[in-house]
């Protein structure tokens, strides 16, 4: 078993011990046009995110986690990323116990009010796996929607039952799993599944977004395929002259 870091959760989050890398998003229907930025969650006082996680889970402090990283991006989107992106959408990985919590939608909202940053900026990306109450999630989600907020849902998998759970929460971009986009380029059974999770995701609606792209001959297939719903990542690899952002 692997052993986890033992970190004080407590000491981080009430001393701001946190911060950001944003990680570029790019539109691969577009040739790679910058579409957006994901602030992934960090702390140069721990190994590993997992480590960091894996605390707030066992401390109860998944909310204030969450809550803490939203503030923090907020404030760095408002102060330092608007002028480099304008009019870019931001993208936050977001616990599900987080977004059923009672007045998350109240407080989200205020949050980014006080930052001038508009809701229809802001997509809650929320990682299919560790969905546990699919009505409750619902109920959150939709709430969260109707003021403008954006739903992703990451990391689904190729099975029906998981893409169709997904499409019950009506989420306005639906991530596959990584495993699907591996070594695209040379696998037609992954490019024949892709085809059909792509036409099932067209006709139900949602955007259909690609983990990671990692070569330049998936890149071209990827497009051909139609991930016609026009968000997904590349890796470095793919875009040598785009860098991520490191932000503290």
Request: proline letters at 4%.
């Amino acid at each position: 078993m692997k052993k986890i870091e033992q970190i004080n959760l407590d000491y981080l989050i009430d001393n701001q011990m946190i911060n950001h890398y944003f990680q570029p998003i790019y539109d691969i229907q577009f040739n790679g046009k910058l579409s957006g930025y994901e602030a992934l969650l960090r702390s140069n006082s721990v190994k590993s995110n997992e480590s960091l996680f894996h605390a707030a889970r066992n401390s109860n402090r998944l909310f204030d986690l969450d809550t803490a990283s939203i503030i923090l991006a907020a404030e760095t989107w408002h102060n330092q990323m608007e002028r480099l992106s304008p009019n870019m959408n931001l993208f936050l990985t977001i616990h599900p116990s987080t977004i059923v919590s009672p007045g998350f939608t109240v407080l989200s909202r205020e949050i980014f009010n006080s930052e001038a940053i508009s809701p229809e900026q802001v997509v809650f990306v929320i990682n299919e796996p560790a969905i546990e109450d699919y009505a409750s999630l619902k109920r959150a989600t939709s709430n969260l929607k109707s003021i403008g907020f954006q739903i992703a849902v990451s990391n689904v998998r190729r099975e029906v039952s998981s893409i169709q759970q997904c499409l019950d929460l009506q989420p306005d971009i639906i991530r596959l799993d990584a495993c699907l986009s591996f070594r695209l380029a040379d696998s037609s059974h992954l490019q024949q599944i892709l085809t059909s999770l792509l036409d099932f995701g067209d006709y139900n609606y949602p955007r259909i977004a690609i983990e990671w792209i990692q070569t330049n001959r998936d890149f071209p297939v990827t497009k051909s395929l139609g991930a016609a719903s026009d968000i997904g990542h590349l890796s470095e690899k793919q875009i040598s002259k785009k860098r991520d952002i490191p932000v503290s």
